[in-house]
Nanobody, 123 residues
Framework: QVQLVESGGGLVQAGGSLRLSCAAS????????MGWFRQVPGKEREFVAA????????YYANSVTGRFTISRDNAKNTVYLQMNSLKPEDTAVYYC????????????????WGQGTQVTVSS
């Protein structure tokens, strides 16, 4: 089992920045690829970003490329999502997720999920 706890969400004005954190406990963190997803009511959970086990390879959704940065600190068992130039359409509940070995952009590919953290961007 891997337990994931997100933090760092909140209310920010358009153009602002937030940094989400996801702390992992349980199994060996660097055995897991990590992903960030987001979801708004009535819509499916969508891929935001993913990072491989070492942190050397990252993937982004087109909608956040150039604005968001995913990173991880394996010594701290934590993955981050730095979000800059935020837009109202970034408003959602953000979830981190873990899966063994390789990355995936599909929510169904992840075994473990955090409880989510709300991000609200005002116009």
């Amino acid at each position: 089992q891997v337990q994931l706890v997100e933090s760092g969400g909140g209310l920010v004005q358009a153009g602002g920045s937030l940094r989400l954190s996801c702390a992992a406990s349980g199994r060996t963190f660097n055995n897991y690829a990590m992903g960030w997803f987001r979801q708004v009511p009535g819509k499916e959970r969508e891929f935001v970003a993913a990072i491989n086990r070492s942190g050397g390879i990252t993937y982004y959704a087109n909608s956040v490329t150039g604005r968001f940065t995913i990173s991880r600190d394996n010594a701290k068992n934590t993955v981050y999502l730095q979000m800059n130039s935020l837009k109202p359409e970034d408003t959602a509940v953000y979830y981190c997720a873990a899966r063994p070995l390789t990355t995936s952009q599909a929510p169904s590919g992840y075994n473990y999920w955090g409880q989510g953290t709300q991000v609200t961007v005002s116009s």
